[in-house]
C-alpha cells in the first residue's frame, strides 16, 4: 500500500526477504539461522567432516538481536568476500549474548543463488514465546 503525501510517497520495498527462525535453546536457535541463510544461498550444509578444515568464529554482543546480526552478517562476510560454501555449522557454545561455532567449507564450489548484501536490524525482536526463541529478520538483497 502506498501513501501521497506532500510531493512524496512511501513504495513497498521489493530488496529484501524476511526470514523466521526458531529454536528450542539458543544453539538450536543460531544453527537454525545458519540454515535458513543457507537456504535462501540454495546451499545444503551437511554434518561437518572431522576432516576438513574447520574455522572456530566466537560472538559476544550486548542483545540478542546483535547477536544474530552479527552472526549472520559474518556468514554473509565468508560467503560474499572468501568464496565460502558451507560444508557444515556446528554450534560449540550459545547464549542470549555469546556464541562459538565451527564452520567448515565444502568441496564443491556452487553459486549462490542469490546475492545477500546484510542482515539488517529493521523490525527485528528476539523473543521467548511458548518455551521457544523465535525471530524474524529482514535480509537486504
Same mark, same amino acid.
Given at each position: 500500500m #502506498?501513501?501521497?503525501?506532500?510531493?512524496?510517497? &512511501? *513504495?513497498?520495498? #521489493?530488496?529484501?526477504?524476511?526470514?523466521?527462525? @526458531?529454536?528450542?535453546?539458543?544453539?538450536?536457535?543460531?544453527?537454525?539461522?545458519?540454515?535458513?541463510l543457507?537456504?535462501?544461498?540454495?546451499?545444503? !550444509?551437511?554434518?561437518?567432516? !572431522?576432516?576438513?578444515k574447520?574455522?572456530?568464529?566466537?560472538?559476544?554482543?550486548?542483545?540478542?538481536?546483535?547477536? *544474530?546480526?552479527?552472526?549472520?552478517?559474518? *556468514?554473509?562476510?565468508? &560467503?560474499s #568476500?572468501?568464496?565460502?560454501?558451507?560444508?557444515? &555449522?556446528?554450534? *560449540?557454545?550459545?547464549?542470549? =549474548? =555469546?556464541? #562459538?561455532?565451527?564452520?567448515?567449507?565444502?568441496?564443491?564450489?556452487?553459486?549462490?543463488?542469490?546475492?545477500i548484501? +546484510?542482515? @539488517?536490524?529493521?523490525?527485528?525482536?528476539?523473543?521467548?514465546?511458548?518455551?521457544?526463541?523465535? +525471530?524474524?529478520?529482514?535480509?537486504?538483497?
Open positions: #502506498t501513501k501521497r503525501s506532500k510531493g512524496w510517497r &512511501v *513504495l513497498p520495498h #521489493t530488496a529484501e526477504i524476511a526470514l523466521e527462525i @526458531t529454536g528450542a535453546s539458543w544453539p538450536s536457535f543460531f544453527r537454525n539461522a545458519a540454515r535458513g543457507c537456504e535462501i544461498y540454495g546451499f545444503d !550444509p551437511a554434518p561437518i567432516d !572431522p576432516r576438513r574447520q574455522v572456530k568464529k566466537k560472538f559476544k554482543a550486548a542483545t540478542p538481536e546483535e547477536l *544474530l546480526v552479527d552472526w549472520l552478517n559474518e *556468514l554473509i562476510f565468508l &560467503v #568476500t572468501k568464496g565460502w560454501r558451507p560444508g557444515g &555449522v556446528r554450534i *560449540l557454545e550459545a547464549g542470549k =549474548c =555469546c556464541l #562459538t561455532a565451527e564452520l567448515a567449507s565444502a568441496e564443491e564450489i556452487a553459486s549462490p543463488k542469490l546475492e548484501k +546484510a542482515a @539488517t536490524f529493521s523490525a527485528l525482536n528476539v523473543v521467548r514465546e511458548k518455551g521457544r526463541i523465535a +525471530a524474524r529478520l529482514i535480509l537486504d538483497v
